[in-house]
């Protein structure tokens, strides 16, 4: 069973950074899996933020888009997520996601990936 693990969240001021992480346990980021931040705030619908498709190809919601910088690390199956200049707006519970089905449409958006995480809180104040 794969899991997912995030960390990383906490209280920040606003203009501050965090990088969150999420390690993946039993598979191998080698098998070229669609990875990706989503995001959920009190009374919100889930959102996309960044996601790494199986090529490499990374994309990013507008809202985040210069702030925000998605990567990974295959040799240590981590996922990672670096914010910068954080806004109160990006007040949510962060989750990782992870597909691995080779007709898996893998875009930001999509919210049918077979696997997530459990999710780490970042809190901006102002």
């Known amino acids: 069973q794969v899991q997912l693990v995030e960390s990383g969240g906490g209280s920040v001021q606003a203009g501050g950074s965090l990088r969150l992480s999420c390690v993946g346990s039993?598979?191998?980021?080698?098998?070229?899996?669609?990875m990706a931040w989503y995001r959920e705030d009190l009374g919100k619908e889930r959102e996309g933020v960044a996601i790494?498709?199986?090529?490499?190809?990374?994309t990013y919601a507008d809202s985040v888009k210069g702030r925000f910088t998605i990567s990974q690390d295959d040799a240590k199956n981590t996922l990672y997520l670096q914010m910068n200049s954080l806004k109160p707006e990006d007040t949510a519970m962060y989750y990782c996601?992870?597909?691995?089905?080779?007709?898996?449409?893998?875009?930001?958006?999509?919210?049918?990936?077979?696997?997530w995480g459990q999710g780490t809180q970042v809190t901006v104040s102002s």
């Open positions: 039993s598979y191998t980021f080698y098998s070229s899996p669609c």
């Open positions: 790494i498709d199986r090529h490499g190809h990374m």
């Open positions: 996601a992870a597909d691995f089905r080779s007709w898996f449409d893998c875009y930001l958006g999509s919210h049918s990936f077979s696997y």
